[in-house]
């Protein structure tokens, strides 16, 4: 963790995980080996299928009762199918939370101009009126010290940081949008800069849970759930920890040890700090 950053996925590595159940002998009964495997056929496709049901929460689509029951037992399924010593399936591209950039339909024209300003890079950032994060805050430094760039990844020393630049100018343009009104503690606006910077972290290889525990750290919302999570950065950390299954943490976690793993044979473990990886979407 930088020394004013977001906590990461990699952050929680020290705390007690818990222990999937040993990966079963490879059974002497053919039919019994058949029906694990068929078990942990089924079990993956309704991770999966909790995964895009999420990313439709998470997009703005309502869940009836039967899906969000669904969505409710993702932490059950998660640990049966560890428990069988199958791994997590990841999601396909297609079921990612990358979403719309959203809609201008609501947004004032100060808003609007002030967010055009803001994607051109039409001078300093505003800075927030009211009191920030230590995490927003070093965001904010951050892209003031690198112009160009909307948002930063921010990742643990040694690492770089990853730069986003948002390619499509709608998108940008929204973005910022949302920014203040995230930064006003509107828990929608969170979940809508949750939705556009997906897709750079997908590319960075870098897990959903790190945006998720960024932004959370930032305002102080949890950008799945829209819950609003007050006190500190650890307090916050260890509200997500508890929502989140520990089979999804451990993924995360392994995920950002591989991003961590290619970053640092790609910068010939030199990058320090003040690296800056620019990711275009």
Not at 17 to 35: G, H
Request: glycine fraction near 8%; include cysteine; proline fraction near 9%.
């Amino acid at each position: 963790m930088s020394e004013a950053g977001a906590p990461s996925a990699a952050a929680d590595a020290a705390a007690p995980l818990c222990t999937a159940a040993d990966p079963p002998a490879a059974a002497a009964d053919p039919e019994a080996s058949k029906a694990r495997k068929n078990r942990v056929k089924k079990l993956k496709a309704q991770y999966l299928s909790i995964l895009e049901l999420e990313a439709h929460a998470a997009a703005g689509q309502a869940l009836d009762a039967g899906q969000a029951a669904k969505v409710a037992r993702k932490s059950q399924v998660a640990e049966e199918i560890t428990s069988l010593g199958a791994e997590l399936p990841e999601p396909p591209p297609a079921a990612s939370l990358a979403g719309a950039a959203g809609s201008f339909e609501d947004l004032s024209p100060a808003e609007v101009e002030a967010a055009m300003e803001a994607a051109m890079g039409g001078g300093p950032r505003r800075r927030p009126s009211g009191p920030t994060s230590r995490a927003l805050a070093h965001q904010l430094k951050l892209q003031e010290a690198n112009p160009g760039y909307c948002y930063f990844f921010v990742l643990p020393e040694p690492l770089p940081d990853v730069g986003v630049v948002l390619q499509d100018t709608m998108g940008a343009l929204f973005f910022e949008t949302m920014r203040p009104r995230a930064e006003a503690g509107e828990p929608r606006a969170v979940k809508m800069m949750y939705q556009q910077l997906l897709p750079s972290a997908e590319q960075a290889g870098l897990p959903a849970m790190q945006v998720r525990l960024q932004l959370l750290a930032e305002y102080g919302v949890d950008p799945v759930t829209e819950a609003v999570v007050p006190g500190s950065e650890e307090d916050k950390l260890a509200w997500l920890m508890g929502v989140v299954p520990p089979a999804e943490r451990k993924a995360a976690e392994r995920q950002l040890e591989q991003a961590a793993l290619r970053m640092m044979v790609g910068s010939g473990a030199g990058g320090g700090r003040g690296g800056r990886q620019r990711r275009r979407r």
